[in-house]
């Protein structure tokens, strides 16, 4: 599974000053144009845009899914970028989705044992249920509520990291991770709302404002 490499670093110098570059793994999921839906009649025009870094998923017609390993400063940047290269290949393809993002509990271990954190399946099932001890905060709440139940990666791994269960993890992975998902958890918000919103705008001004005001409660609890 697709993760994130926080190491080794790489320096590279740029106008006499070290910048330290991380590389990047992760999924970005695009909608083909209407009249062009044929994924492998791209393969080319990918590359040529400098898609070389990434692995082309051929699987749905008229949707294309790539999984880039890519260098950069920044998770947005980097996730930027790829996006805009795949657009340079391919005008008129839209972003649907980045990842990593919503995952079940074997799939969230999964993914930290592929970036050197060793935790068990049977681990992430107990901290979802509250099963173990010495928790500062309560275990967040699934995004997909269904028979199997999804989370933000990014929420998982922050809960993690506050209530002491990644001590013995490398910290520049960790904080790599928590940008790289924090990065594709705020883009597939955004995305979600805007498609709602030009498809049904009064619906999600609706929407908006019963969440505002829900956060609004939510606050004036929490200080009071």
Known sequence: MPGVYAGPWMVVCTGGQEQMMTMYEFQVHFELPLEQPDS????D???EAGCDDAIVGLARPGYLSLDFSREGEEAMVVVQSAVGDVQTAIPGAHPQSVGPDLLNLSGIAEWLSDNRIAITRQAMRKYAAGELRRSRSR???????DSVPLWHAHDVLAWMEQNGKLVK????????MLDLTGVSKAINAA????RLRAGNPVLAEQAWNIMEIQTALRAHSAEG
Do not use: H, M, N, S
């Open 40 to 43: 492998e009649q791209w393969l």
């Open 169 to 176: 993890a490398d910290q520049a992975a960790v904080k790599t």
């Open 191 to 194: 995305a979600e709302f805007l």
């Open 45 to 47: 025009a990918l590359f």
């Open 139 to 145: 275990f967040p709440a699934p995004r997909v509520f």
